[in-house]
């Protein structure tokens, strides 16, 4: 599959990047806002213009109430084949597996795309079109598991700076770049490291990115998509319709709170009962998707290293 080329700017940076939004969701603001400030040519698009043409997507959606209300609970959800056992076994066995999925119960499963649910109302295009690429032809099951739920992949290039005083900072473009959580190493991890004397423990902060599996929230019936966005897109672009998918059962709201992102948790009764959701087809329904270039932009984590030490006396 070829992508097309993206025209770099006079200035010979960085070329564009092409991105679909979806029309209709909350929150107008955030439209608003990201055509302005992310945009190419945003500052000069007409405020009015972009409010009325959200109002019409989401005049839209209430016409899908009605003709499509329900749709979402009759997502189709098939067992994974028998010979993918071994990759799923190896796949919960993994350390990015087992760090993401550990507090609830979950089953893969091989799930219709079209009606997953969405919370995230824009994709980058131009990276589906290069994670298209990595499709060979038509995949067979093994390899369509990999593509959607992937132990090996290529790592965006991050670059390291220190800045004065204690002070780093990583940045990277792609927008998974994340910390982690930051760990206590004892001395029989730390074989090959080196320091002034004894060490008896370190704290180590890693930065990275997220495991980045396809993974769906699922609750009467329902799957809210929250990981794989852009792998989700990109086979339902290449006219996929089923992809395997890590699906997490939630039966309460607490449970909700362990694994949901912020916008399903602040308001899980528009994902969960609302008779027309968001779904993941919705992006390619020309009334309901506005494609732009969107300037470059890179995910920064500045890391600051303050260490105290003391004398305490007992009174």
Same mark, same amino acid.
């Given at each position: 599959?070829?992508?097309?080329?993206?025209?770099?700017?006079?200035q010979?940076?960085?070329?564009?990047?092409?991105?679909?939004?979806?029309?209709?969701?909350?929150?107008? $603001?955030?439209?608003?806002?990201?055509?302005?400030?992310?945009?190419? $040519? $945003?500052?000069?698009?007409?405020?009015?213009? +972009?409010?009325?043409?959200?109002?019409?997507?989401?005049?839209?959606?209430y016409?899908?109430?009605?003709? /499509?209300?329900?749709?979402?609970?009759?997502?189709?959800? *098939?067992?994974? /084949?028998?010979?993918?056992?071994? =990759?799923?076994?190896?796949?919960?066995?993994?350390?990015w597996f087992?760090?993401?999925?550990?507090?609830?119960?979950?089953?893969?499963?091989?799930?219709?795309l079209?009606?997953?649910?969405?919370? @995230?109302v824009?994709?980058?295009?131009?990276?589906?079109?290069?994670?298209?690429?990595?499709?060979?032809?038509?995949?067979?099951?093994?390899?369509?598991?990999?593509?959607?739920?992937?132990l090996?992949?290529?790592?965006?290039?991050?670059?390291?700076?220190?800045?004065?005083?204690?002070?780093?900072?990583?940045?990277c473009?792609?927008?998974?770049?994340?910390?982690? @959580?930051?760990r206590?190493?004892?001395?029989?991890?730390?074989?090959?490291?080196?320091?002034?004397?004894?060490?008896?423990?370190?704290? $180590?902060?890693?930065?990275?990115?997220?495991?980045?599996f396809?993974?769906?929230?699922?609750?009467?019936g329902?799957?809210?998509?929250?990981?794989?966005?852009?792998?989700?897109?990109?086979?339902?672009?290449?006219g996929?319709?089923?992809?395997?998918?890590?699906?997490?059962?939630?039966?309460?709201?607490?449970?909700?709170?362990?694994?949901?992102?912020?916008?399903?948790?602040?308001?899980?009764?528009?994902?969960?009962a609302?008779?027309?959701?968001?779904? +993941?087809?919705?992006?390619?329904?020309? *009334? =309901?998707?506005?494609?732009?270039?969107?300037?470059?932009s890179?995910?920064?984590?500045?890391?600051?290293?303050?260490?105290?030490?003391?004398?305490?006396?007992?009174?």
């Open positions: 599959m070829k992508h097309k080329a993206i025209p770099a700017s006079e010979g940076v960085a070329p564009y990047k092409k991105l679909v939004w979806l029309l209709g969701q909350p929150h107008l $603001g955030d439209y608003i806002n990201f055509v302005a400030k992310k945009a190419v $040519g $945003g500052r000069e698009r007409d405020p009015l213009a +972009l409010t009325m043409e959200w109002r019409e997507a989401n005049d839209l959606y016409e899908l109430e009605q003709e /499509e209300a329900g749709i979402a609970e009759t997502i189709d959800c *098939r067992p994974i /084949e028998a010979e993918l056992a071994p =990759l799923e076994a190896a796949l919960r066995a993994n350390t087992r760090g993401s999925f550990d507090n609830l119960p979950s089953t893969i499963l091989k799930v219709e079209d009606k997953l649910i969405m919370s @995230q824009h994709v980058e295009c131009s990276f589906t079109e290069k994670l298209g690429g990595t499709l060979a032809g038509a995949p067979d099951p093994a390899g369509l598991f990999d593509f959607c739920l992937p090996d992949r290529p790592m965006a290039p991050v670059r390291m700076q220190r800045l004065t005083g204690d002070r780093f900072v990583f940045s473009p792609s927008n998974d770049f994340r910390p982690h @959580q930051p206590l190493f004892m001395p029989d991890e730390l074989a090959g490291f080196e320091s002034i004397g004894p060490v008896a423990a370190m704290v $180590g902060l890693m930065v990275g990115f997220g495991s980045n396809m993974s769906a929230i699922r609750s009467n329902r799957l809210v998509l929250q990981n794989g966005y852009h792998r989700a897109y990109t086979l339902r672009s290449l996929f319709t089923h992809a395997y998918c890590i699906v997490e059962d939630v039966t309460r709201k607490d449970e909700l709170k362990l694994t949901a992102d912020d916008e399903v948790a602040a308001d899980p009764a528009f994902y969960f609302a008779r027309r959701p968001p779904l +993941l087809k919705d992006f390619f329904d020309p *009334r =309901l998707r506005r494609e732009f270039e969107i300037r470059p890179e995910t920064k984590v500045e890391v600051e290293i303050n260490v105290r030490a003391s004398t305490a006396i007992d009174l």
